[in-house]
């Protein structure tokens, strides 16, 4: 009995529009949304699933049509967006995740009094 939509996980717009909808859904005191996102997994599995069941040509069809990146990276070129702004975010970017990777592996574990802190019930 839960209301919920299944949503195209490759595109970033329609995701963010759908959460919006589940978001004012549940702050409205309607209770919980799903959400169910479609989206292509390029890989296996796991370490030992090759994904012998997909043809390289589709892996690549679908990367190139429907990767969410991709997608975003044609919208900017085609808002006139530069190359070397479109280099200088995706180094931004990869700032980032290395920060939090290596914040990740080499930070102490937070104390278990905090294990609760920003938990809501």
Do not use: C, W
């Not at 799903?34 to 989206?39: F, G, K, P, V, Y």
């Amino acid at each position: 009995g839960i209301p919920g939509e299944q949503v195209d996980g490759m595109d970033v717009r329609t995701v963010r529009e759908a959460a919006a909808r589940a978001i004012a859904h549940a702050r409205s005191g309607q209770g919980p949304y799903i959400l169910e996102m479609q989206t292509y997994r390029y890989r296996g599995h796991s370490m030992s699933d090759p994904a012998k069941y997909r043809t390289r040509e589709e892996v690549d069809k679908v990367r190139h049509d429907q990767d969410p990146i991709e997608q975003v990276r044609k919208r900017l070129l085609d808002a006139k967006v530069s190359e070397q702004d479109l280099k200088a975010i995706d180094a931004e970017v990869r700032d980032i995740v290395n920060e939090s990777a290596d914040f990740a592996q080499h930070d102490p574990e937070p104390d278990t009094s905090e294990l609760y802190t920003d938990i809501y019930r």
